[in-house]
């Protein structure tokens, strides 16, 4: 074995499937410094016993193209390698024994229409000629992916290490990192038992060591380990190694053809979280002893839906540990905390049909310090940092692993850890009915439940029970003024000599405006993508409050952080916690509020965007006339602790005004309408304001320029090939969530990123960027038929470029 180099571009921790393909990765971009230590041998942690499903569809569009690249990567592994794979394309169907489960899967194979990964959907009669082993009686249909199939996970890791390693990556096993060293703000190397490796960047793919490891380097990797079962059977008749992989998801379970072995694997609804002390120090190729009382009611399950079973020998019941996290999604990246420190970790179960593509984007992520595509659902910078608590992330988890199989319902709502983050009048909302939803700990109203009616969800792809209530908050906000508990915002204050200066080359906005005015802006990166979509207003000449979504608190606050240079007189401040916020809107939101305050409210003395200190009750909040909805309307920054005095003010005067409360799900509805864009959904970093119809907040004529402009600048003189457009559904029956493919005549131009039932317009709404030819006129992008896919049916669409609902924006300045 050679000796350990004291000094490497890159060391990956952990030789597991993850970070043998970020090896792989690395290597083939050329990068020739690359060194990788393992504690104990490669694949010994949780890759040995994966069950080997490679799938390729997921529940959004980038994490599918992930997982299509691993296929393909796999298909051509061995020949590249000369290392066995055990990879075979046998293909894959999805069973649906409910309606909700077949209207889910056909939603899948519209959205897999819209970048080429066949999936077929399929009768009962046609599962049953291809899988001829089960009952079929029971189904609705299902889905067929021919191109799905299975590996060996450790011939894929240790082909993955092969590859690396013939160009010239160093694997080093039997090496613990015990430490990540850190210079500053920075990660400048690891310590191991053997020696300090110096390093350009450090890698964490410790699987479920991670959290533990990143830790203690002050980095937050929110995972926690679950057991994680499968059995197997001896062979039954019939079985071969052609048959697909089959996913029975009502029944939480999957079917493989394992070595001449039929292997049946769980998740179930409640998983046990594992590990909770601390993992074993010489743990290695390590089994858990399984509970068979807790796995018993899912193989009871399997056997009614595979006969043959019944009767067939149980060859081996296996539980291993896997680590989960707080919403399922992995976690990739650059740590916010630490420059330097990358992240690839918490695979929840599928890190070999995910290691080839996170290895891809890791390696380019790493080369050119951004991400290839628009990567936020598992970018690490979306973990909260209580997201670290144990307690926490034990009780979630036990969730997390059933959610893999579990129907996804739109708007479907965890369950376990509730109440974690929660607004200073929460009570007060909740004897107001509120529905609360969970968005980043927060909860927070989505819906508030009229008197006699049960404060619960009931999910359907169809209209759900809230429907008509969030209806009724919608039409309060169009026509008279409703009251939002909007306290999740992220808050920072940005004060001193240097923060305009800051602020300025950060914002595509023009920032240097009079005290009290509050502008709408994106923050871009230098290929003009946008990296945060949020208000700044100038509080004094040298203070700023900038105020953003609860999601991208934490990215947005290291965004801005991150542009602050050493020497810099200006100083971050993240106030969120101190701060809650009401917003009224609605057109008689200033007869409300005037009846509250001395202050005049009138829109000469409080025009629309500007922001004054008001009196309300005891306290002095902050006003800030701006709207999310379409509506004249003022958002109120109230410190915490004034909230229940300042809310009880409110809801008293506005017994007089018909005052309603209104929750997220009318606040979506209402934004859809008006065609506002939704940072994550339709606008993210690899969308330009140009391109999403947000080039009326880019101020190209700014002094000093502000970082994007020169992208933004050469997009403009090329054109553009992609346009956000409004679409609304004729037929006022269909509903739109995300994802749905985007017809023009006859071929697919774009996909739906975010959708809701307007009530206003009497029909689904939906936003999305189609391809355009570079100077083609609005009216040849409009003058065209489009038509929407919802589960396999095409529906007619009306197209805008404008807002559909009050495009000359009468309702708000007036
Ligand atoms: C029962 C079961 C069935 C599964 N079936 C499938 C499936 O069919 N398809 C699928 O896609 N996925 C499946 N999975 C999930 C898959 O196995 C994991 O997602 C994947 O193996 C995770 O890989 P990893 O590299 O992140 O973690 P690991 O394989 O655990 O690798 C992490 C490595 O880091 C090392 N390490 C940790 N700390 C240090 C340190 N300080 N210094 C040096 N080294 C360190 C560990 O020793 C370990 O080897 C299954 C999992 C289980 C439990």
């Known amino acids: ?13 952990g030789g ?34 994966a069950a080997g499903l490679v799938g390729q569809l997921r529940t959004s569009i980038n994490m599918t193209k992930l997982a299509k690249y691993t296929s393909d990567l796999y298909r051509g592994l061995e020949e590249e390698t000369d290392q066995a794979t055990g990879y075979r394309q046998c293909g894959s169907i999805s069973i649906a024994a409910t309606a909700e489960r077949f209207e889910e899967l056909k939603r899948s194979a519209s959205m897999a229409k819209v970048f080429d990964l066949e999936v077929n959907v399929v009768t009962a009669e046609e599962i049953a000629e291809r899988y001829p082993l089960i009952r079929t009686d029971d189904l609705y249909g299902g889905i067929h992916i021919p191109s799905d199939g299975y590996a060996n996970a450790v011939d894929i890791t240790q082909a993955l290490a092969r590859g690396a390693k013939n160009r010239g990556v160093k694997m080093f096993q039997n090496t613990k990192v015990d430490e990540i060293l850190r210079d500053g703000e920075r990660a400048v190397g690891v310590r191991t038992a053997k020696g300090d490796i110096a390093a350009d960047h450090v890698v964490i793919c410790g699987g479920m060591w991670s959290r533990d490891l990143a830790a203690s380097a002050g980095v937050n990797i929110p995972l926690h380990a679950c057991e994680h079962y499968y059995v197997l059977f001896e062979s039954v008749e019939g079985l071969h190694p052609d048959l697909p992989v089959l996913r029975d998801y009502d029944a939480c379970t999957y079917y493989k053809y394992d070595a001449g072995k039929l292997l049946v694997g769980a998740f179930e609804p409640t998983a046990k979280a594992w590990g909770m002390d601390g993992i074993a120090e010489d743990f290695c190729f390590d089994e858990i002893a399984g509970d068979f009382d807790h796995f018993e009611p899912v193989l009871l399950d399997a056997m009614e839906r595979f006969p043959a079973l019944q009767e067939a020998g149980i060859q081996k019941f296996f539980c291993g540990p896997e680590s989960f996290t707080p919403d399922v999604r992995y976690h990739i990246g650059k740590a916010p905390e630490l420059d330097n420190c990358w992240v690839s970790a918490g695979l929840n179960s599928i890190g070999l049909q995910s290691a080839g593509g996170i290895g891809k984007v890791m390696a380019e992520w790493i080369r050119d310090g951004y991400p290839p595509v628009d990567l936020w659902e598992v970018d690490v910078r979306r973990a909260m940092p209580f997201q670290g608590n144990r307690k926490y992330l034990k009780e979630r988890v036990s969730e997390s692993l059933g959610l893999l199989y579990a129907t996804h319902f739109p708007f479907r709502q965890y369950e376990t850890a509730r109440g974690s983050r929660k607004s200073a009048i929460h009570d007060r909302l909740i004897a107001a009915g509120a529905c609360h939803g969970e968005a980043f700990g927060w909860e927070r109203p989505n819906w508030y439940a009229p008197k006699g ?34 306290s999740s915002f992220a808050k920072f204050r940005l004060e001193g000599a240097d923060a305009l200066c800051v602020i300025n080359q950060v914002s595509a906005n023009n920032m240097d405006v009079k005290v009290g005015r509050l502008v709408y802006t994106q923050w871009l990166n230098e290929r003009g993508g946008i990296e945060a979509d949020l208000t700044v207003t100038r509080l004094a000449e040298d203070a700023f409050l900038v105020i953003s979504a609860a999601e991208t608190e934490t990215r947005d606050f ?16 993240n106030v969120s916690s101190g701060t809650g916020v009401i917003s009224i809107m609605g057109p008689k939101s200033r007869d409300l509020l005037q009846s509250l305050t001395p202050a005049d409210m009138s829109h000469k003395a409080f025009p629309f965007a500007t922001s004054q200190e008001i009196e309300l009750g005891y306290a002095i909040v902050r006003a800030s006339r701006i709207t999310f909805v379409g509506e004249l309307g003022w958002e109120l920054y109230i410190p915490t602790e004034f909230m229940q005095g300042v809310y009880d003010e409110i809801v008293e005067a506005g017994a007089s005004f018909d005052l309603a409360h209104a929750g997220y799900h009318a606040l979506n509805s209402l934004r859809m309408e008006k065609g506002y864009r939704h940072w994550s959904h339709d606008i993210t970093d690899e969308d330009s304001p140009l391109e999403a119809g947000l080039g009326f907040t880019v101020k190209f004529d700014k002094p000093d320029g502000f970082i994007g402009k020169d992208a933004l600048l050469k997009q403009q003189e090329e054109g553009l090939h992609r346009r956000l457009v409004q679409f609304r559904l004729e037929d006022p029956e269909p509903l739109l969530y995300h994802n749905e493919p985007i017809w023009r005549e006859d071929k697919i131009v774009g996909h739906i990123t975010s959708g809701a039932y307007g009530h206003t317009l009497g029909g689904c709404v939906g936003l999305g960027y189609v391809h355009t030819e570079p100077g083609k006129s609005d009216d040849d992008v409009m003058g065209v038929n489009y038509e929407i896919e919802v589960a396999t049916e095409r529906f007619a669409a009306e197209a805008s470029l404008s807002p559909m609902y009050d495009p000359g924006n009468e309702k708000i300045r007036r």
Not at 28 to 45: A, I, Y
Not at 476 to 482: E, G, I, S, W
Not at 558 to 573: A, F
């Open 1 to 13: 074995m050679a000796e350990l180099p004291n000094k490497a571009g890159v060391v990956i921790i």
């Open 16 to 49: 597991g499937v993850i970070g043998c393909s970020v090896a792989y990765h690395l290597s083939q971009l050329g990068f020739d410094d690359v060194v990788l230590l393992e504690r104990q041998q490669l694949t010994s942690g949780t890759t040995w016993h």
């Open 453 to 486: 009616v049960e404060v619960k969800y009931e999910y359907s792809y169809g209209r759900q029970n809230w429907f008509e209530h969030s209806a009724a908050e919608h039409n309060a906000v169009r026509n008279n003024v409703a009251l939002f508990d909007q």
């Open 558 to 573: 290291h965004w801005l952080k991150s542009h602050i240079s050493d020497g810099v007189n200006c100083v971050l401040t």
